[in-house]
């Protein structure tokens, strides 16, 4: 039988077991912001043990402490100023939960969820298109709703696919600005760079405006 070696298997044991991280012994936790501790991502473990001390609110925002959220939330649910549904409809852990209470959703966060897409689908006269237009799991709908594309947002959006229905729209309401910080919009930024030169007074500016690095060694020619 063949073995890996311990590197590899560390690897791979990295991917399937997430770890438990822990405050160091001489961490005061009384001393901790508590308001910034649960916006932390690795901080879930830290979260559910002082559930007393965490703010409620950021505990919506923060992807890996929806657990926590389900865990209490026949609690919370009781008490309005401890339910935040603009941040749970954005999180992507929270759609189970949000198809049972839809007339309290935030249509505009939830339309930027990309664990969303069942809800959107069915619910296409609630969703709100600018937020739609970004989202990356989306595009099937924005393909068949051309009409309803927020352009300069759809230039957030990362799903490759994008890309190709930007180059067929070009002359669209797009913004150069938004489409210079997507990783997947290089070829298109090459091939305009120079018709864009000129809306910026000089070459300190257009490499603000552009950031990516390719567009940035561009300009270094």
């Known amino acids: 039988m063949m073995t890996l070696p311990n590197d590899i298997l560390?690897?791979?044991?990295?991917?399937?077991?997430?770890?438990?991280?822990?405050?160091?012994?001489?961490?005061?936790?009384?001393?901790?912001?508590?308001?910034?501790?649960?916006?932390?991502?690795?901080?879930?473990?830290?979260?559910e043990?002082?559930?007393?001390?965490a703010d409620i609110c950021e505990l919506y925002w923060n992807h890996n402490t929806f657990p926590i959220i389900q865990k209490h939330w026949n609690t919370l649910n009781q008490n309005i100023k401890y339910v935040n549904f603009v941040a749970m409809s954005f999180n992507p852990y929270a759609t189970e939960l949000l198809e049972k209470y839809l007339d309290k959703v935030c249509w505009q966060t939830l339309s930027s969820n990309p664990?969303?897409?069942?809800i959107l689908e069915a619910n296409l006269d609630k969703v709100d298109w600018?937020?739609?237009?970004?989202?990356?799991?989306?595009?099937?709908?924005?393909?068949?709703?051309?009409?309803?594309i927020n352009?300069?947002?759809f230039c957030r959006n990362r799903n490759p696919r994008a890309i190709h229905l930007l180059e067929k729209h070009l002359y669209e309401d797009i913004s150069w600005y938004m489409l210079?910080?997507?990783?997947?919009?290089?070829?298109?930024?090459?091939?305009?760079?120079?018709?864009?030169?000129?809306?910026f007074s000089d070459i300190n500016k257009l490499?603000?405006?552009?950031k990516l690095h390719k567009?940035?060694?561009?300009?270094?020619?």
């Not at 664990?115 to 069942?118: E, K, L, T, V």
């Open 10 to 47: 560390r690897l791979i044991a990295s991917y399937i077991i997430k770890p438990k991280y822990k405050l160091r012994s001489w961490i005061d936790s009384n001393k901790l912001n508590w308001k910034t501790v649960s916006q932390n991502v690795n901080a879930a473990n830290l979260l």
């Open 49 to 53: 043990e002082n559930f007393d001390k």
């Open 115 to 118: 664990n969303a897409i069942s």
């Open 130 to 148: 600018y937020s739609l237009s970004s989202n990356p799991n989306t595009l099937h709908i924005l393909e068949a709703n051309l009409d309803r």
């Open 151 to 153: 352009w300069k947002n």
């Open 180 to 199: 210079s910080s997507n990783p997947n919009a290089i070829p298109i930024l090459e091939q305009n760079l120079p018709r864009h030169e000129k809306t």
């Open 207 to 210: 490499k603000n405006k552009f």
């Open 215 to 221: 567009v940035a060694a561009y300009l270094q020619k």
